[in-house]
């Protein structure tokens, strides 16, 4: 089962940033959070990942709560493009040897002109 | 990111038939690939986890004998669905990993089983 609540939808409007929250209150210590989005009808796309410290990189923001029980993805100018389904999800890091990425229902993100 | 190919994107079949989706990793070695399921308006479901040269792992639930899955190389693994009937039409979608650990998905199949 996922380990990740997320609200099912959210909108926003074109040229907003858009923050997508994510709970993931019984996360261990060595689990990171990913975040990945699929565009309709396409695989998955990764975005960003962290273990404790906030990370930014050219897609996002992600912003990981000092307990780490919860993390905010933050898209800074939101486009219609980035309309799709997000998912946050915890895996157990290491290389190859990692955890299996198990996705949950995601947050429907519709992005507004 | 990198790249992970599939084909074919698009398949028809009738009933009975089997099927053979290919999963590629085009620029890096993926030692080990996943392969998921979804169904319209769903999540991804994980169908199981397989390692190059070694017997694919399955989820609870889902049927070895059914979805015969292949990892022969480290850049090539095939899910076969066996015997595919109407409940079998869906989106799947493998997912290739690294030694650096990150992951990458293909852009999916879809399955229509007459």
């Known amino acids: 089962d996922a380990k990740t609540t997320q609200p099912p939808s959210m909108d926003c409007a074109e040229g907003r940033a858009a923050n997508l929250p994510c709970n993931h209150s019984?996360?261990?210590?060595?689990?990171?959070v990913y975040w990945y989005r699929q565009i309709h009808s396409q695989g998955p796309q990764y975005i960003i990942h962290?273990?404790?410290n906030n990370e930014t990189n050219e897609m996002a923001s992600l912003i990981i709560t000092e307990d780490r029980k919860s993390s905010t993805l933050i898209l800074p100018h939101a486009t219609l493009r980035d309309t799709a389904v997000y998912y946050c999800?915890?895996?157990?890091?290491?290389?190859?040897?990692?955890?299996?990425?198990?996705f949950g229902q995601g947050t429907e993100l519709s992005v507004k002109p | 990111g990198a790249v992970v190919s599939q084909h074919p994107s698009r398949v028809i079949c009738k009933s009975g038939t089997s099927v053979k989706i290919e999963c590629r990793s085009l620029?890096?070695?993926?030692?080990?690939m996943f392969w998921y399921r979804q169904f319209p308006k769903q999540s991804l479901m994980l169908m199981a986890t397989s390692n190059e040269g070694s017997k694919a792992t399955y989820e609870q639930g889902v049927e070895k004998d059914k979805f015969l899955i292949n990892h022969a190389s480290l850049t090539l693994s095939t899910l076969t669905v066996t015997s595919a009937h109407p409940e079998d039409s869906s989106f799947y979608i493998c997912?290739?990993?690294?030694?650096?650990?990150?992951?990458?998905f293909g852009p999916g199949t879809r399955l229509t089983v007459l």
């Open positions: 019984t996360i261990s210590g060595n689990e990171y």
């Open positions: 962290g273990l404790k």
């Open positions: 620029d890096f070695q993926a030692t080990t």
């Open positions: 997912s290739a990993r690294g030694v650096s650990g990150e992951q990458f």
């Open positions: 999800i915890v895996r157990v890091a290491g290389g190859n040897q990692g955890g299996k990425l198990i």
